[in-house]
């Protein structure tokens, strides 16, 4: 069984632009979720969707947006880059609730 | 709200010596315990959960957390650590949302960074 799969894994963006990252979850998962690890500020949540609705959100700005297809497949959306976005963004998948997450190996963002 | 506290940055211990990662949290339910595990260039990994029932657990490679309620902690052991041990670990906690099931959302502590020397 395939793990979970985020694309790509670098990206180099400049201030004021926007950017999608996308996360396949292991098959027959139906719970995405992101996070976001910086060295200073660790293991953030960002937000969580099940079948395609959003469940739970974290304490980020209105830039940060999210969402999830049919196919449980799932892509996270900055808007207007600040150079405090540059991060490791971790997607997970789970199968049941309050069980193992499985996470990516993340996508490397970096703000100029 | 909840809250992790991951009381030590960084360990380093000698191989075959035994250690003790400190993890405590506060939150105003019950809650749901993890420790997860990320060795050097891979991802997070699972180490080992409680959920209910016996407040020892243990992971297939030695490490055990024992749940302590009074005093709100959840500290990893192991007797005697290897050095494929090195890695960061990460205490995360989460419980039962009034609004609704959780399946992903979990606070993580900052991190203890385990490094094992020969």
């Known amino acids: 069984k395939a793990g979970v799969t985020q694309t790509p894994r670098y990206l180099i963006k400049t201030r004021g632009q926007q950017v999608t990252l996308s996360c396949s979850p292991i098959?027959?998962?139906?719970?995405v979720s992101w996070y976001q690890q910086t060295p200073g500020q660790g293991l953030q949540f960002l937000f969580e969707?099940?079948?395609?609705?959003?469940?739970n959100k974290g304490n980020f700005p209105g830039r940060f947006s999210g969402r999830q297809f049919s196919n449980s497949r799932s892509e996270m959306n900055v808007s207007t880059l600040e150079l405090g976005d540059s991060a490791l963004y971790l997607c997970?998948?789970?199968?049941?609730?309050?069980?193992?997450?499985?996470f990516g190996s993340g996508t490397q963002l970096s703000v100029l | 709200a909840q809250s992790v506290t991951q009381l030590d940055s960084q360990v380093p211990v000698f191989e075959e010596a035994p250690v003790e990662l400190r993890c405590n949290y506060s939150?105003?339910?019950?809650?749901?315990l993890f420790w997860y595990v990320q060795y050097p260039n891979q991802g997070l990994q699972l180490l080992l959960k409680?959920?209910?029932?016996?407040?020892l657990v243990e992971s297939i490679n030695g490490f055990e957390a024992e749940f302590n309620k009074s005093q709100t902690s959840f500290h990893l052991r192991k007797p005697s650590v290897h050095i494929s041990d090195t890695a960061e670990y990460f205490c995360?906690?989460?419980?039962?949302?009034?609004?609704?099931?959780?399946?992903?959302?979990?606070?993580f502590g900052q991190g203890t960074i385990l490094t094992v020397h020969p």
């Open positions: 939150s105003s339910v019950s809650v749901y």
């Open positions: 997970a998948s789970s199968a049941r609730p309050y069980e193992k997450l499985f």
């Open positions: 409680y959920l209910s029932g016996s407040t």
């Open positions: 995360a906690v989460t419980s039962f949302n009034a609004g609704g099931t959780s399946y992903g959302k979990l606070t």
């Open positions: 098959s027959g998962h139906r719970s």
């Open positions: 969707y099940f079948s395609e609705t959003q469940r």
